[in-house]
């Protein structure tokens, strides 16, 4: 299994630029969400999905739009990057809705904005 | 507002030495905590849990105690090995329907385990 995979590892954007953030999970899991860990404030829930279908917003949602087509992707876009959205972004995913604190983590993705 | 504070940004200890990481939290409704482990450039991987009902949980090396009259909770690694060396991150959720894997992070402490 490769767990938790996020594409690409590191990027840079323009202020006005959007992207979208890759996310896969091979492990079959219900429960994924996206993270952002920006220095001094740990990490912050962005959205999340419950499962195929079905996506909510987090803590800190503004700027971001999210989709669960399949159990396996959960991509993130990002509509018009900001400075403010430079940050790590972490895809983590877990086996059921009812131990979804027990998360698995992708290796990050890098983002700068500038 | 942060409901999950980790004061110590960082801590130093001996290998073979205890190292103490505490966590505070402010939201009552918490009822489930966990502690992450971060090494650089990877993500998080989950180390331990502790539900309210308990106020102690062990793993191997790994203990977690909650306090929840002093909404306090603390991992205690004993013995302090060099590849503990990492940020851990304490986390908490709420039980409920609507906030279930809904965590809030602390902002994380370094440990460095020296020789």
């Known amino acids: 299994n490769a767990g938790v995979t996020q594409t690409p590892k590191f990027q840079v954007l323009k202020t006005g630029q959007s992207m979208t953030l890759q996310c896969a999970q091979d492990?079959?899991?219900?429960?994924m969400s996206w993270y952002r860990q920006d220095p001094g404030m740990g990490l912050r829930l962005i959205h999340y999905?419950?499962?195929?279908?079905?996506?909510d917003q987090g803590e800190v949602p503004n700027g971001y739009n999210v989709s669960r087509s399949t159990t396996e992707d959960f991509p993130l876009r990002l509509l018009s990057a900001a400075p403010s959205q430079t940050s790590v972004y972490f895809c983590?995913?877990?086996?059921?809705?009812?131990?979804?604190?027990?998360?698995?983590f992708g290796p990050g993705t890098r983002l700068t904005v500038t | 507002d942060q409901q999950v504070k980790q004061n110590s940004p960082s801590l130093s200890v001996q290998e073979g030495r205890i190292s103490i990481l505490n966590c505070d939290y402010t939201?009552?409704?918490?009822?489930?905590f966990l502690w992450y482990k971060k090494y650089p450039a990877e993500g998080p991987t989950f180390l331990i849990s502790?539900?309210?009902?308990?106020d102690k949980n062990e793993d191997g090396r790994f203990t977690v105690f909650l306090n929840k009259s002093a909404k306090h909770l603390s991992l205690h690694i004993v013995p302090s090995q060099p590849g503990d060396s990492a940020v851990y991150f304490c986390?908490?959720?709420?039980?409920?329907?609507?906030?279930?894997?809904?965590?809030?992070f602390g902002a994380g402490t370094q440990v460095v385990v020296t020789p």
């Open positions: 492990m079959n899991h219900e429960y």
């Open positions: 999905s419950v499962g195929a279908g079905i996506t």
């Open positions: 986390a908490a959720s709420e039980v409920t329907t609507d906030s279930w894997g809904k965590l809030q």
């Open positions: 983590a995913s877990s086996y059921s809705i009812g131990r979804a604190g027990e998360q698995y």
């Open positions: 939201n009552s409704m918490f009822d489930y």
């Open positions: 502790i539900s309210s009902i308990k």
